[in-house]
């Protein structure tokens, strides 16, 4: 069952925090598509055993707040107390009635958080975080609402350079001869890209077209128990590219 819904569109604000090394501007972001949502609906009797609060988690892909799109995307993870089952109806004095003190100490937040402070730069960058009390209107009065806020990968930005250096030397007749990661430069400090290993460089005559493909020959994305189709885009799974489920990347 989803709870999160219908929030494309909608903004969330981040307060500013200013506790070393966690230094985030005040911010807003607003919520493009919803990405996915797992929800944990207990009982009064899974609550007897200390198995709460009922929750759940979504999560979104959203953008900066304002006029311009800069283009800058960041995923946003929602966590959301819920009415134990069976009393989401119920008045909201008896849904208030089971809101926590505080939220739960996600993993996630204290993985992300741990990660800055010990300055760990190949994980995605912790943005922001917040927490605050559900509104009267929503599933438990006072209950909590937890958002974390970070980058979206660094890799997906390199896959887009990668398509657009690789389809420029398309137009120049010459391919590696043979494709994989190695062939790949990558400048961190300049942002640069450029392809190598023309020693034994494939000549063609007729013009080439760019494939989806060739993300895997170059080792940008590797498959997961699928089959591989070797003429485009494995047929039961359309959107492998923009989706990261059954892909490791």
């Given at each position: 069952m989803e709870y999160l819904t219908d929030l494309e569109g909608t903004q969330v604000t981040f307060d500013a925090v200013a506790d070393p090394p966690f230094n985030f501007p005040a911010q807003k972001w607003i919520i493009l598509e919803k990405l996915g949502e797992?929800?944990?609906?207990?009982?009064k009797e899974d609550i007897a055993a200390e198995l709460g609060p009922s929750d759940t988690a979504g999560k979104f892909l959203c953008r900066p707040a304002g006029e311009v799109d800069d283009n800058r995307r960041a995923f946003l993870r929602i966590y959301q107390q819920l009415p134990i089952a069976g009393t989401e109806t119920k008045k909201a004095a008896v849904r208030a009635s089971q809101a926590v003190n505080s939220p739960p100490d996600y993993p996630e937040l204290i993985a992300f958080r741990t990660f800055m402070k010990l300055g760990c730069?190949?994980?995605?960058?912790l943005l922001g975080y917040q927490e605050r009390q559900q509104d009267h209107d929503?599933?438990?009065?006072g209950g909590y609402i937890t958002y974390i806020l970070w980058e979206k990968s660094r890799w997906r930005a390199i896959r887009d350079q990668f398509r657009q250096v690789y389809t420029k030397f398309l137009l120049c007749g010459f391919i590696p001869c043979m494709a994989g990661p190695s062939k790949?430069?990558?400048d961190?400090?300049?942002g640069q890209m450029h392809i190598c290993g023309f020693k034994r460089?494939?000549?063609?005559?007729?013009?080439r077209?760019?494939?989806?493909?060739n993300y895997f020959l170059y080792g940008l994305i590797h498959p997961s128990g699928k089959r591989i189709y070797w003429?485009?885009?494995?047929?039961e799974t359309a959107d492998w590219i923009e989706d990261v489920n059954g892909w490791t990347w």
């Open positions: 797992d929800s944990n609906r207990l009982t730069d190949v994980v995605p960058r929503e599933g438990v009065p790949i430069i990558h961190k400090s300049s460089a494939a000549r063609f005559d007729e013009p077209q760019w494939s989806d493909i003429e485009g885009t494995p047929p």
